[in-house]
């Protein structure tokens, strides 16, 4: 197909364009190492704000590191613990904490999982503190249809929180939920409660003194 004058100057007109265009934007730069003019840069240089990065707002430079939430900022998914990791907490919460979860088929399951894979090592399959990594510990951990047969719930679900004894905390490995499937687990393992008895890590009061 022939061109016409005029589609030929058109043409012409455009492609000297595009050489002008080229020539300007990669001759004559002052730093050898620069790429020269950028098109569109949003393209591939993202204008957020970059963790570990800085970023500037109104002439002042900031840190992205330094960015905290604001203050009483709850994390999505995140229920807050009520109870302190003091003794005055373990007992607040073996007198009011109770487990929101249902017991089910399933959370047993789940439960019988996370028992085997965080637990036993210690405690032992069936909760009798005989672990091969407890036997080896300082103090073997109390039996569960022993010493601890009574513990609450709270008490149990506070002491995988934060840790008990040689026990280190689990809230860093493990979510609440399936901290409170553990605890239905270690109940089952606790076997029938005794009514009668007392929670016998429970703080004992000190007797009266008799005045003479």
């Known amino acids: 197909m022939k061109l016409n004058n005029k ?39 993202s204008p957020s704000v970059e963790v570990y990065g800085t970023s500037t ?9 330094k960015f905290m939430p604001v203050k009483g900022t709850i994390a999505r998914g995140y229920i807050p613990y009520a109870y302190a990791n003091t003794p005055e907490g373990y007992e607040q919460a073996g ?12 959370v047993m ?8 894979y965080y637990c036993t090592h210690c ?30 719930e ?24 399936e901290r409170w499937k553990l ?3 270690v109940q089952k393992l606790q076997g029938p409660k005794e009514t009668a008895a007392a929670d016998s890590t429970k703080a004992k009061a000190k007797p009266a003194e008799v005045k003479k």
């Open 154 to 177: 709270g008490k149990i679900f506070h002491s995988i929180t934060y840790g008990k004894g040689l026990m280190g905390n689990h809230a860093s490995i493990l979510t609440q939920e």
């Open 7 to 45: 589609d030929l100057k058109l043409t012409l007109c455009g492609l000297t364009a595009i050489v002008l265009v080229a020539g300007f934007t990669s001759c004559g730069k002052k730093d050898v190492n620069s790429p020269g003019t950028e098109f569109m840069p949003d393209m591939y240089r």
């Open 95 to 106: 007198l009011y904490l109770k487990n929101p979860i249902a017991m089910s088929d399933a």
């Open 109 to 116: 399951k789940d439960a019988e999982k996370l028992y085997g």
């Open 183 to 185: 605890v239905h687990y």
């Open 123 to 152: 405690h032992g399959a069936a909760g009798g503190g005989d672990g091969k990594v407890g036997a080896k510990l300082p103090g073997a951990p109390p039996a569960y249809n022993g010493t601890l047969k009574n513990l609450p």
């Open 57 to 65: 707002f109104n002439g002042d430079t900031v840190y992205s590191t």
